[in-house]
């Protein structure tokens, strides 16, 4: 069965260091998401990709953080300077067109 | 705004049904999902319902749909230990994108 995968599953770092995630979703999924749930709270949408296009990054905080979908097809988060409080699950997912998204397992970040 | 509301927390005993409830406030959504998410995992897909439809019922899982009261419920029926973990509500926002707004989930605890 496809999924989506992510990597690295877990990342530890000191803050003010720069760290990256990788999400490669199901084949032929044109949409691409990232989501990142804070413990005890629902995931909150960071940036959308349709296809290689942003679509929505509203509540990505630009200064420290951005995404890149290159070709359309794996994506990676990026976080640099690593702040405390940006210790959270980074959730990736993927749709097609149905509105059903498929999460990969994650990627929990801490923050020292 | 957008925002979903739901109760954090559900103790059930095994073998009884459990009712989990959500409030949206986005009368425009087009889907209204159910996704659960076990411990150190990403979310899973459950069930989800068409705003033009009041009920739909799959397998052990029942959904209702009030849009009077943009209220959704999730009815588990013959709880097992197995259903233990955090399931939480989203609704699509329009807008063309499928972008999914989540709540900030109900635990749900299943004991003998």
């Known amino acids: 069965e496809a999924e989506v995968a992510q990597s690295p599953r877990y990342k530890i770092t000191e803050k003010s260091q720069a760290v990256a995630f990788w999400c490669d979703p199901i084949?032929?999924?044109?949409?691409l998401y990232w989501y990142r749930q804070i413990l005890g709270q629902g995931p909150e949408l960071l940036v959308q990709?349709?296809?290689?296009?942003?679509?929505?990054d509203s509540q990505l905080p630009k200064d420290r953080f951005s995404a890149e979908r290159l070709k359309g097809v794996d994506s990676t988060l990026k976080i640099q300077p690593a702040e405390l409080g940006d210790s959270a699950m980074y959730l990736c997912?993927?749709?097609?067109?149905?509105?059903?998204?498929?999460f990969g397992e994650g990627s929990r970040l801490t923050v020292l | 705004g957008e925002d979903v509301e739901q109760s954090l927390f559900l103790s059930v005993r095994e073998g009884d049904s459990s009712v989990i409830n959500c409030t949206y406030t986005?009368?425009?959504?087009?889907?209204l999902y159910w996704y659960k998410q076990e411990p150190g995992a990403g979310l899973q897909l459950l069930t989800y319902?068409?705003?033009?439809?009041d009920m739909k019922q799959d397998q052990r899982l029942t959904v209702l749909l009030n849009k009077k009261d943009k209220h959704l419920s999730l009815r588990i029926a013959d709880t097992q230990t197995g259903d233990s973990a955090i399931y939480f509500c989203?609704?699509?926002?329009?807008?063309?994108?499928?972008?999914?707004?989540f709540g900030a989930g109900t635990r749900l605890a299943v004991h003998p």
């Open positions: 997912a993927s749709s097609w067109n149905t509105g059903e998204l498929f």
């Open positions: 084949s032929g999924h044109a949409t």
């Open positions: 319902i068409f705003s033009n439809m």
């Open positions: 986005d009368s425009s959504s087009t889907y």
């Open positions: 990709f349709q296809d290689e296009s942003v679509v929505d």
């Open positions: 989203a609704e699509s926002s329009p807008g063309g994108y499928n972008k999914l707004i």
